[in-house]
Nanobody, 117 residues
């Protein structure tokens, strides 16, 4: 069984930074996709940043230039460096890892990021 655990959320003022971490543990297969989604009461769940094992990376337009995703395949971990945070970044951030072709997909329970003045 695979477990995914996020960490690094918290409270920050606008312009501040946070670094989210996500680790997959257990009987972990090779995950192609590792990424971050977020959900808030004002918005539906959206992809924030995603990466493939081949090195392809996608960002939501709203975070380009401010957020950066990185991963360590050997350790099944993925990180999200968030800089210049804005109040509209406030959300629960979820880590998702999944195999190619509709295989195993595992979600973490989420970590709360709150950006307030």
């Amino acid at each position: 069984q695979v477990q995914v655990v996020e960490s690094g959320g918290g409270l920050v003022h606008p312009g501040g930074s946070l670094r989210l971490s996500c680790a997959a543990s257990g009987s972990t297969p090779v995950f192609d996709f590792m990424g971050w989604y977020r959900h808030s009461p004002e918005k539906e769940r959206e992809l924030v940043a995603g990466s493939s094992r081949a090195g392809n990376i996608d960002y939501a337009d709203s975070v380009k230039g401010r957020f950066s995703i990185s991963r360590d395949n050997a350790k099944n971990t993925v990180f999200l460096q968030m800089n210049d945070l804005k109040p509209e970044d406030t959300a629960i951030y979820y880590c998702n890892v999944r195999q190619l072709g509709g295989g195993l997909s595992v979600w973490g329970k989420g970590t709360l990021v709150t950006v307030f003045s």
